[in-house]
Every structure is written in C-alpha cells, then in structure tokens.
C-alpha cells in the first residue's frame, strides 16, 4: 500500500498510509472510532475504491475483490434467509465450486469453528458468537491467502470474545495466512498482531507500527507474559494522549 488515501467528498478520512504485510504476517490496526479501519479494509478488498494512492496485493493492483481475498465483517453479515449451511457455502458457490465440492468442503469448515450440529439453522436461531463463527467458516472455506477481519469480535460479549480469539489462534496456527486484523481493542491487537498499526489524527495516518516480540504459538499464557503488559501500555499511552487532549478541550 503506498500514499493511500481516501475522502468521502469533503471528509478526507486518511492520508499517505503505507504500508507493506508480509505472506503470513498478522497485521493489526487499531484506532479510535471513526478513524477509517473499515473505509481502509474496503479499500484492501477492493469495495471501494481509494482517491490517492495504490494498493497492490500479491503484486497486482486492487480495483474489485479478488480471488484469495475473504473478509469478514464487525456485524457477521450473514444472509438472514440462508442457513449456517449455505451461508459458509455462499462464498464457495460465488466461486464456482462444483456441488460435490460444496458437500465435501461445507461441513469440514463447520467442525473447524464448533458449529457442528447447527448446519440447519438460521441466523436469528443461534447467538452472536455463533454468528460470527459461521461468519468465518464462510470466509475460511475458499481458502483465502488474505483475511481481512473487521472487529470480528466487536459485537459479541466479553467472555465470547475470548474464547473465539483463542480459537482464531488456533485455526491460524494449523493454517496461518495473511491477516490484517482490525480491532479498537489494545489486548486483542497484541495478541493477534506481529506487529500493530496504531492510527489517528485526522485525516488519520499512521501514528506508529509497533513490533509485537512475543512467541507464537500465542495463547492464555501470552496475556500473562510481561511484556504483553508492557507492549499494552505503550499502545494505550500513544491512544489515550488523544483521547485526553479531547477531554481537555470539551471541558474548556
Ligand atoms: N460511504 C461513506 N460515505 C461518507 N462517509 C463515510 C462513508 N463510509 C464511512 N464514512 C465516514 O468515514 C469515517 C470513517 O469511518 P469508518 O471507516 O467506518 O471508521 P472506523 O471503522 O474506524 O470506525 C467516518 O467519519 C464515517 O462517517
Ligand atoms: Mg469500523
């Protein structure tokens, strides 16, 4: 990614981003609200397209969503009319996966993310985790070399949050691929992320690109590690001088 940039008429939302992530690397981005993590991994998926700058993925220029390239959305953006089933194989079937590949491939990525048992139901019938699980069973079973996450975790309860970031390590580590990782969330950007892009400002741009040095595989004990804690304050220091030079300026 080099020199992005990206207005909406008059709202310039970020500037001269750029960026390079590595195959397999785990990039996190995190930022305030309203900063452009979602304009920019639309931009990434080739929904919409930047106003300066380029993107380029696996060497080729991005003007529509590509082969390879899965998201997967802050509200699971699951087809409320399909079951679990043809919702993972939605994506598949857009693909032109044969029907035997369908069969075959479905249900492999339903027992990947726990949904086993649950094929027939609809979206209103199971619980926002749930969702979300199906949300990336679908994204997953095309096989994507690039996954871009949009606050996969951000719509559902804490304890649910855990569990599903842990089982995200896991499903990475059996098959570790691209990931850019979009969180407003300091703890899940460290322990997703080999490194974190902090934004802000606005327009935004990149503030900072920490380097997250601690071990893969990542799991529970990560969070205990001390410089987990330490990475974390360092991230919350550069995010907060903003958020109280706010507080300062409201309270004037
Ligand atoms: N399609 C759009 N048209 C106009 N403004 C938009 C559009 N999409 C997003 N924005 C604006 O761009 C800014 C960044 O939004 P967004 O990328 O959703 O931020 P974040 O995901 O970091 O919370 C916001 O001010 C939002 O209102
Ligand atoms: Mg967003």
């Given amino acids: ?31 305030p609200s309203g900063c452009g993590k979602t304009t920019l991994l639309r931009c990434i998926d080739g929904l919409i397209p930047l106003t300066e700058g380029h993107i380029q993925i696996e060497g080729e220029l991005i003007a529509a969503p590509r082969e390879g390239v899965a998201m997967v959305f802050q509200h699971f953006g699951l087809l409320p009319w399909k079951t679990v089933f043809h919702n993972v194989a939605y994506g ?112 935004s741009g990149v503030h900072e690109i920490v380097t997250v040095d601690l071990p893969r595989p990542r799991s529970r004990a990560t969070l205990a590690h001390p410089r987990f804690a330490e990475l974390r304050e360092h991230v919350w220091g550069t995010l907060m001088d903003d958020a109280r030079r706010a507080e300062f300026e409201v309270n004037r």
């Avoid at 709202?11 to 397999?24: A, K, M, P, Q, W």
Wanted: proline content about 4%; overall charge neutral.
């Fill in 1 to 31: 990614m080099s020199g992005a940039g990206k207005r909406f008429g008059v709202l310039e939302v970020f500037r001269d981003i750029n960026l390079e992530v590595g195959s397999r690397e785990v990039l996190a981005i995190i930022g």
């Fill in 92 to 203: 598949l079937k857009l693909a032109g996966a044969s029907r035997a590949e369908v069969e075959e491939t479905v249900p492999r990525f339903i027992n990947l993310v726990g949904l086993s048992g649950f094929e027939h139901y609809y979206p209103y019938q199971i619980s926002g985790g749930m969702q979300q699980r199906c949300g990336l069973a679908r994204a997953l079973a095309v096989g994507p070399r690039v996954l871009l996450m949009d606050e996969p975790f951000g719509a559902v309860d804490a304890q649910t949050r855990e569990i599903l970031q842990f089982e995200l390590l896991r499903i990475w580590e059996a098959r570790p691929t691209t990931m850019v990782f979009v969180t407003h969330a300091i703890d899940e950007a460290i322990l997703m992320g080999d490194r974190v892009m902090v934004l802000k400002g606005r327009p």
